[in-house]
């Protein structure tokens, strides 16, 4: 290859910007993973491709995937809509304790999965009045709901089962398609919990709603401008509501969706949660803030919590396995730092009163 062949290919992949860069190194290291795996399967990069075509890893990333999936959903409308909610992480948490509280208490897993959707509701709203009504700062109020979910739901469950963790609850069922499901590596597809469905339907109904309905409508111009909305009639007050209501409600999904898949809340030391509220924050950035985006982000993240996870258990590399447990952290700080094209909508953050010039 020339020198000047080597140039031209450089001045395409910046052109593709930072994203599109991202995607044409990622492909081309996989494409090398592939080639070792298939010609030198005894390799340690051989048993990492081995992993990477695995069912079990694309099963386990799925599952995964739900919590930081659905609350990333619901950070898009409260932050389309103008209001930053980064109390993702204390949503996910109050929602996973309430569904195996509500699970214990009436043997139903469907109704402790409303039960967590119910107390994410509320203290999203509770979010809501605080910075809607009151005009407290949006970040700091953020950071009170995770603060406050972290300290009550390991608190209650002290109170009622004398420790940070739960009781087991009866979890979430597999819904297996027969032949389908023997299909290698996609066969995980057609094998998973019923919220890896339901997470593939709400992030095309949230890509719908957003892009073809009235309210997706005046979400996106609540964010971006909220007098045009208010002078077209419209109250920005509610729409905003209704915006950070939509997050606990898609947050306490996944929330649940997580404690019910184990069967048990955790509540030791960050809890089971363990920072998935704020990686979905990042997940959207980078898909900047469209959901099919965001879906294709958490799936990179519980991909890669999914193969340190394996590569732990399969000791392929000979590295701590304290260094391997990072490597789905590192990524987040990676894409933190390559999410500076991201455009964040106008007004989030802002106040706005109905009548305000």
Known sequence: MTELTILTLMDRIRSLGVRGSVAVVTL??????????????????GQLFDILTSADTLSSALRLSVPIAFAALGGIFAEKSGVINIGLEGLLIIAAFFGVYATEITGSVWIGM??????STLLAALFGVV???FRADQIIAGLAVWLIALGLAPFLSQVIYNGPNTVSVKSLETITIPYLSEIPFFGALFDASPVVYLMFVAVAASWYTLNRTSFGRWVIASGENP???????????RVRYAAVLLSGVLSGIGGAALSLSLGQFIGN??????????IAIVAYLFGNYNPIGAMLSTLLFAG???????LQVGNVFAIPQS????????????VLALVGNTRVPEAA?????????
């Open 131 to 133: 910075c809607i009504e």
């Open 304 to 310: 890669l919590e999914a193969v340190q996870i394996a």
């Open 349 to 357: 953050g802002d106040y706005y009163e109905s009548g305000e010039e």
């Open 269 to 278: 030391g960050a809890t089971m949660v363990n920072g998935k509220g704020f």
């Open 28 to 45: 081309f290291l996989l494409a090398v993973i592939g080639i070792i795996g298939v010609f030198h399967p005894e390799s340690n990069l």
């Open 114 to 119: 409303g039960a967590g959707v119910l107390s």
């Open 227 to 237: 007098k045009a909305l208010d002078t077209a009639g419209v109250s920005v007050r």
């Open 323 to 334: 260094l391997v447990r990072t490597i789905p952290y590192l990524t987040v700080v990676i």
